[in-house]
């Protein structure tokens, strides 16, 4: 099963500066990236851990994603 056109959360780094983005998906395509510094991410790291590939659903059930990287993807 992918995650093609399905609502979608990805949680992305720790980048080098100790930040996370957590990334939201709509099956519609609106988006929606907010950037979480590394004083405040305790919480983030927390869900990271437990969801390492990010969580989309399907049929009103969360699933997880396979692995994707924000920061290993080509420029």
Same mark, same amino acid.
């Given at each position: ?9 990805? #949680?992305?780094? *720790? ?5 996370? /983005?957590?990334? %939201? ?6 988006? @929606?990236? #907010?950037?979480? *510094? ?5 919480? /983030?790291?927390? %869900? ?6 990010? @969580? ?20």
């Amino acid at each position: 099963m992918t995650a093609t056109g399905k609502n979608r959360i990805m #949680i992305h780094g *720790p980048k080098n500066d100790g930040t996370y /983005i957590v990334e %939201f998906r709509t099956a519609a395509g609106e988006a @929606l990236a #907010i950037s979480i *510094p590394s004083s405040e991410a305790s919480v /983030i790291r927390h %869900f990271q851990e437990r969801m390492p590939y990010g @969580l989309f659903e399907t049929s009103g059930t969360l699933c997880e994603l396979p692995k994707r990287s924000l920061f290993d993807a080509p420029k």
